[in-house]
């Protein structure tokens, strides 16, 4: 059981049956709090363990998480009814750390008599609060989608063995978060931007065909066609001491086209400048342009 703080950030890990567990204690602003959101961890994590909730239930997004996705929407796509007095009143009614799916609509509709008897807010401003609050709560939905995101690229940066850098023990303290403010990922705290260029380009690859595996678990649009340029050319694995797992020891060239090979309907079409061809990987096509894409002895 281990709770440690990084970037202004606390986390915690433990295992349970064997099973390791790594989460961000979200809100904990010391040590004693994270505690607190660790026991919660734990307690539920027993509880999906013994049958008792399903592992595939969504997550429970509190009020006030759902205020600020909604707050960055409303910015861009320059809403009025999106200004911060609208939904600070909404949190302040309703309370920010109150589950959204707790809402429901005898709740809503004593908001609603609330606006219009006590302070006497005309149609127009209600109906606005009202379309806010809809709004709001529909961002339940984006937020459970991230976290389905997140997972499809954490278990690729997993299989593919990235190593952030020489002290890292990522296969156990493997964290992604997807950052709504920037668009991109951040792995164990980090933004994916601080990385060196290597690290950078197979971060970003494992978010590209995250993105991927995602639309078509859940059948959303996508073109099932994913071009990427040079996603191995400049990362290097740090040499490990005493290395006792001998999968550590694989290549990560081979770690990554075994994994994108298990592809079937749809096509990853990788250029790569290197020599390192995988090995004994089926359902790929491998087209060596040493020569260039149009060979001029073959032209003549």
């Known amino acids: 059981m281990t709770i440690y703080e990084k970037n202004g950030k606390y986390y915690c ?88 799916k707790d809402i429901k609509a005898d ?4 908001f609603k008599k609330y606006l219009k008897e006590e302070r006497q807010s ?11 609050l809809k709004d709001i709560l529909s961002s339940e939905e984006t937020t459970n989608k991230i976290s389905l995101l997140e997972k499809e690229i954490q278990s690729l940066i997993k299989e593919w063995e990235i190593e952030l850098d020489k002290d890292s023990k990522l296969q156990n303290e493997l964290l992604v978060e997807f950052d709504t403010d920037i668009c991109d990922i951040k792995v164990n705290g980090r933004p994916r931007s601080s990385f060196g260029q290597g690290v950078r380009a197979i971060l970003y690859t494992a978010f590209l065909i995250g993105f991927l595996k995602y639309c078509i678990k859940n059948n959303l649009q996508h073109p099932g066609f994913t071009v990427i340029d040079s996603p191995l050319t400049t990362y290097k694995k740090h040499k490990i001491k005493n290395v006792k797992n001998e999968d550590l020891k694989k290549e990560t060239h081979q770690l990554f086209y075994g994994s994108l090979s298990k592809f079937n309907k749809e096509q990853i079409i990788i250029i790569e400048n290197s020599d390192k061809y995988p090995d004994n990987i089926s359902n790929i096509n491998i087209v060596d342009l040493e020569e260039g894409l149009f060979p001029i002895n073959k032209i003549i």
Do not use: M, P, W
């Not at 149609?123 to 606005?128: E, L, P, Y």
């Open 122 to 132: 005309s149609n127009s401003t209600i109906n606005k609060y009202l379309s806010a």
């Open 13 to 100: 890990r433990f295992q349970i049956d064997g099973e390791r567990h790594h989460y961000l204690c979200q809100g904990a602003t010391n040590t004693k709090e994270a505690k607190k959101i660790e026991d919660g961890f734990r307690y539920r994590t027993q509880q999906q363990q013994n049958g008792l909730i399903s592992t595939t239930e969504n997550k429970k997004a509190k009020l006030k998480t759902l205020i600020q996705l909604y707050n960055k929407y409303s910015e861009v796509n320059k809403l009025s009814h999106g200004k911060d007095s609208f939904c600070k009143y909404i949190g302040q009614y309703f309370g920010e750390n109150t589950n959204a």
């Open 107 to 110: 709740k809503i509709e004593g």
